[in-house]
């Protein structure tokens, strides 16, 4: 941070996010002079001739009355105009250049909410990493790599998830034995995993191991860990990149996103060195996507055990609060962990894991306690000493919150917080969530707590929390519609972790297959889960467009096209309005436009 205040200088950094702000405003006031309605006359001279005019289309603005316009003018990198083809035509100038849109569909550049672009950028580096679906593929895998190690050597599959297994379970240690007997094995599910005798041996974990993360049965352990046991695996496979290495992959990850449409990531965990590193990327010309960044807590180097006058002096040290940055990179909110994850039986519920379902609760996660709920990383006072930091320090606070118990919490330390410091304006969220009550929808909207949600949990997980928590629960599991019609604004994210594909990754990063699950509260599994949950298909979009502008406080700047906006655009393949739903999910990127420039796809430059 110090090597990054030192090319700035320490005023130039403070303040540079203010100087965005003023400059975007100012963008509406050139245009104010072009009228593009269907009842004006427009006059244009050369100076504010626009630089290239799309026509003949279905312009789907997303803004305020949900407009559809028929052609859009650019000048540099912002909408000049937006209206009906023979207005914008006039403003053309000599050297404008005219695109006929044939027809096509355009929205705005779509945002993802909640990614992992440097995650994921280096999730396949060294090797592809299979799309397993059953544990018997995953079993013939584990068996294929062993025969290319040699004995000593890791096998290792990143974000890998018991209950997107067809049978909605791990393979047993037995069983990755067999498959691998001389090789340790090591199944990462993020806050929880799966490792075989030779990955126990290796790490000296046995049955005099006293550690909370290892599950045992009879005394020995099970092979199932909890997040918090990783600690213990010695000698895991990790990432070692050079610097560049890093960037270059950043690079074609981002242009991946580009490929669907996305023209905005807004990462889910960073620090002040992923803010160089994005920084650098767009000196250099090679940033295609705007990059909104979620301050870390142990980024700075500090756990939620520490001191809160510690915490305040380590954060407020940074020289920079939510909304600095410019146009390509900015600063978002102060985040924490709060508990661990629905896929591992680690989220903090609102009744015990084993209610409903012990038998299947204890085989998919080995949980044995029925009074278990899943885990807390910290307890309500600190929770509410560090949102009290971020109000103070002008930060956005979220964190990272799967179970509806998390919710409940999260939202009591939020009241305590608004009766000393008012936060309704300040655009704290809530990450994940996933279970909302019509009574924590209430606290959020008195609240101004915005929801944080990713569809694509629902298209893959819906059906393993039913079998695993049942039906009643599962009544207020991303309950998209309820959360609209209370007025919250619920943003729309993948959570992308690894893998490159687009549809197949962990998790699915395609925004027209989240816009899809949401819309037909359709699942991996072909079963409608809670269709009185559905959203139509203008509330889907504008989750991943205009509500995804609204953490960066960018609603006024970027998510819909209208006169004075970043130029940041989409040409599709179908009508996303009109399309048959189940096209929905397959609608293709035809061309990306950021900034006013094609970042993907020629048929449209």
């Not at 290792?156 to 034995?177: E, G, I, S």
């Not at 490792?195 to 126990?200: G, I, T």
């Not at 278990?372 to 009290?388: A, D, N």
Request: charged letters at 25%; one cysteine or more.
């Amino acid at each position: 941070m110090a090597k990054l205040q030192a090319k700035l200088g320490r005023r130039r950094f403070l303040s540079h996010s203010a100087k965005w702000v003023a400059a975007a405003s100012i963008l509406p006031l050139a245009c104010r002079h072009i009228q593009a309605d269907t009842n004006s006359q427009v006059r244009v001279t050369e100076s504010i001739a626009p630089d290239k005019i799309y026509f003949n289309g279905k312009i789907v603005t997303v803004d305020d009355n949900f407009t559809i316009a028929q052609a859009i003018a650019i000048k540099k990198d912002s909408f000049l105009a937006v209206g009906h083809s023979t207005q914008i035509l006039k403003t053309a100038g000599p050297n404008t250049r005219k695109i006929d849109l044939a027809g096509k569909t355009v929205i705005p550049g779509l945002i993802d909410a909640h990614g992992h672009s440097d995650w994921a950028a280096v999730s396949e580096f060294s090797e592809s990493l299979p799309d397993v679906r059953t544990v018997p593929e995953l079993l013939d895998s584990i068996a294929e790599k062993a025969k290319s190690k040699t004995p000593g050597q890791w096998i290792f599959y990143p974000k890998l998830f018991a209950t997107r297994l067809r049978q909605m379970h791990w393979p047993t240690k037995a069983q990755l034995d067999r498959a691998a007997p001389h090789n340790p094995v090591f199944l990462d599910g993020t806050y929880g995993g799966m490792v075989n005798s030779c990955a126990l041996r290796a790490c000296n974990i046995t049955a005099e191991t006293t550690h909370e993360g290892v599950l045992k049965e009879g005394g020995q352990p099970t092979g199932l860990l909890r997040y918090s046991a990783f600690e213990l695996l010695e000698g895991r496979p990790r990432y070692d990149l050079t610097y560049e290495q890093k960037l270059h992959a950043i690079v074609n990850m981002i242009k991946r996103y580009n490929s669907v449409g996305i023209t905005g990531i807004n990462i889910g965990v960073a620090g002040p060195s992923t803010l160089e590193m994005y920084r650098d990327l767009h000196k250099q010309g090679r940033l295609t996507a705007r990059m909104l960044l979620t301050v870390n807590l142990a980024s700075l180097g500090l756990s939620v055990s520490d001191p809160a006058d510690k915490i305040r002096e380590r954060v407020s040290a940074l020289g920079f609060r939510t909304g600095f940055g410019d146009k390509w990179v900015r600063i978002g909110d102060l985040k924490l962990f709060l508990d661990g994850g629905i896929l591992t039986g680690t989220a903090y519920l609102r009744q015990p894991w084993m209610k409903v379902y012990p038998d299947r609760v204890k085989q998919v996660f080995g949980i044995t306690d029925p009074a278990y709920r899943g885990v807390l990383r910290f307890t309500k006072q600190q929770l509410t000493e560090v949102m009290t930091i971020a109000a103070d320090l002008g930060f956005r606070f979220t964190a990272h919150c799967t179970g509806g118990g998390g919710v409940d919490i999260m939202l009591d330390c939020y009241e305590k917080v608004d009766r000393v410091k008012p936060i309704k304006q300040r655009r704290f969220a809530i990450t994940h969530g996933n279970f909302f009550t019509a009574e924590a929808i209430k606290r959020m909207k008195k609240l101004g707590i915005y929801s944080d949600s990713q569809p694509a949990w629902f298209y893959k997980d819906a059906d393993a929390m039913e079998y695993l928590l049942g039906k009643e629960l599962l009544k207020t599991f991303h309950p998209y519609k309820s959360l609209f019609d209370a007025g919250i604004v619920v943003n729309g994210g993948s959570d992308h972790m690894a893998r490159f594909d687009s549809y197949t990754s962990t998790n699915p990063y395609n925004p027209f297959l989240s816009i899809w699950s949401a819309v037909t509260r359709k699942t991996e599994r072909a079963n409608v889960i809670n269709p009185e949950q559905a959203i139509s298909r203008q509330q889907a979009l504008r989750m991943y467009t205009i509500n995804n502008a609204y953490p960066s406080f960018d609603e006024n700047v970027r998510g819909s096209i209208e006169a004075g906006k970043l130029a940041d655009m989409v040409v599709l393949s179908d009508d996303i309005l009109t399309c048959c739903a189940d096209n929905i999910k397959t609608i293709e990127a035809e061309m990306t436009m950021v900034d006013g420039k094609v970042v993907w796809g020629t048929q449209y430059v």
